[in-house]
């Protein structure tokens, strides 16, 4: 069975621990790149959960190991700093993007 992992800071990723997720404590972006590609080449795990923050500054990343594999799947969830928001909108947009070939209507 696939598990779930989460890569945050403490802050965020405490209260992940509680419901048996396995977590990575990581703020510097190398460490996490290094820790993204580990998972990948893994296949322990079912789903990536990523803090926005940290998923900001490697969606490139991101996006290349998701494009290789299906699974395991990224996701990104909002962190404690509250920085980058905007940013799981504008993966989920790269992929609609991929997925139909074009840019859908924004709704505003």
Do not use: W
């Not at 795990?45 to 900001?56: D, E, K, T």
Request: include cysteine.
């Amino acid at each position: 069975m696939l598990k779930m992992i989460i890569i945050a800071d403490r802050q965020t990723s405490l209260p992940f621990l509680g419901i048996g997720i396995d977590i990575v404590i990581n703020e510097e972006i190398e460490g996490v790149k290094r820790t993204l590609h580990k998972l990948f080449e893994e296949e322990k795990y079912g789903i990536i959960f990523v803090a926005q923050s940290l998923a900001a500054k490697c969606l490139d990343l991101i996006e290349k190991l998701s494009e290789k594999k299906s699974s395991p799947l990224i996701t990104i969830i909002p962190d404690s700093r509250g920085e980058a928001s905007g940013i799981a909108e504008q993966r989920l947009g790269n992929l609609i993007r991929k997925a139909v070939g074009m840019e859908l209507p924004s709704s505003s």
